[in-house]
């Protein structure tokens, strides 16, 4: 059993960045980043494999987010820069429990909100 512990977002103006982080309370394999605003379906952001090999982004993020992660720490992290107003949701940290396997592990959320 892996556990999700999120933390970083706030409220901020477009322009801003933020820094997400997701720590796992154990190793993991792919890790990923989806989002999910009011009124809408759940979106995915991006993916990072266990060893940062394969990192995926949605086009409405791509050049503007970055996710790294630190196996060591067992940690992904989502920079957030040039925020748009778009941009606002509650973003979620999953994880997958087997290599190549469906993500089996799910964060609380963490709330971004994006003003102009």
């Known amino acids: 059993q892996v556990q999700l512990v999120e933390s970083g977002g706030g409220l901020v103006q477009a322009g801003d960045s933020l820094r997400l982080s997701c720590a796992a309370s154990?190793?993991?394999?792919?890790m990923a980043w989806f989002r999910q605003a009011p009124g809408k379906q759940r979106e995915f952001v991006v993916s990072?494999?266990?060893?940062?090999?394969?990192?995926r982004y949605a086009n409405s993020v791509k050049g503007r987010f970055a996710a790294s992660r630190d196996d060591a720490k067992n940690t992904v992290y989502l920079q957030l820069n040039s925020l748009k107003p778009e941009d606002t949701a509650v973003y979620y940290c999953?994880?997958?429990?087997?290599?190549?396997?469906?993500?089996?592990?799910w964060g609380q959320g963490t709330q971004v909100t994006v003003s102009s």
């Open positions: 990072i494999s266990g060893n940062s090999g394969n990192i």
């Open positions: 999953a994880a997958g429990a087997t290599f190549g396997g469906n993500y089996a592990y």
């Open positions: 154990g190793r993991t394999f792919t």
